[in-house]
């Protein structure tokens, strides 16, 4: 689990703190439809740049119970190269959160209506990926989803004192499911 000194090095402005409890929704079918409308406001942003756009965590999953905030995977050529992305983004409504230069180069910017969690990384990044095949696996093995549900569920009644924290929570469960996927012959090395 990241310090909370972690935390202020990292975000943009102020740490929102949450002490209290992790609000989760059971799965919403409208969330696919917001998620291609703010993936086709993200590529008109970024006209012209090399991109690809992911739904990705808990309300990519069907079926699945999920915080009410979009997770969207947005590769780039270089995610450190803020100038190539950052002010179309901003101009398109998202705001730069997080810069975590030392974590794959991650950068997270943040939109409203719809609430979106904006994951930048570097085009063949291996977290990336990680996040793409958790996705893959959570929609086609149900046994691990509903093993991922119970953990998020019994988390989400905690208090915490940053959202941060409780996704962190979630590594063991987490790391139980990659086992599951290595031994279920799942390749997590395929290429983006």
Avoid at 76 to 86: G, N
Wanted: charged residues 30%; glycine residues 6%.
């Amino acid at each position: 689990m990241p310090s909370d000194e972690y935390l202020q090095a990292v975000t943009i402005g102020t740490v929102e703190k949450l002490e209290g409890t992790i609000e989760l929704r059971e799965y919403d079918p409208t969330w696919p439809e917001q998620y291609r409308a703010e993936r086709k406001k993200i590529a008109e942003a970024l006209r012209g740049e090399n991109i690809s756009v992911e739904h990705v965590g808990s309300t990519s999953v069907p079926g699945l119970c999920a915080k009410p905030i979009l997770d969207i995977l947005l590769l780039v050529e270089d995610s450190a190269a803020e100038e190539r992305y950052v002010p179309a983004l901003e101009r398109a409504g998202y705001v730069l959160r997080v810069r975590e230069p030392d974590w794959y180069q991650h950068r997270l910017l943040k939109g409203t209506y719809p609430a979106v969690n904006l994951h930048v990384f570097s085009a063949g990044c291996e977290e990336a990926q990680r996040m793409l095949d958790f996705r893959d696996w959570l929609r086609s093995c149900r046994e691990d989803r509903e093993r991922y549900a119970c953990a998020k569920r019994r988390l989400a009644r905690q208090t915490w004192t940053y959202v941060q924290h409780y996704a962190d929570a979630k590594s063991q469960v987490v790391a139980e499911i990659f086992r599951h996927i290595r031994d279920g012959g799942w390749d997590e090395r395929k290429p983006l």
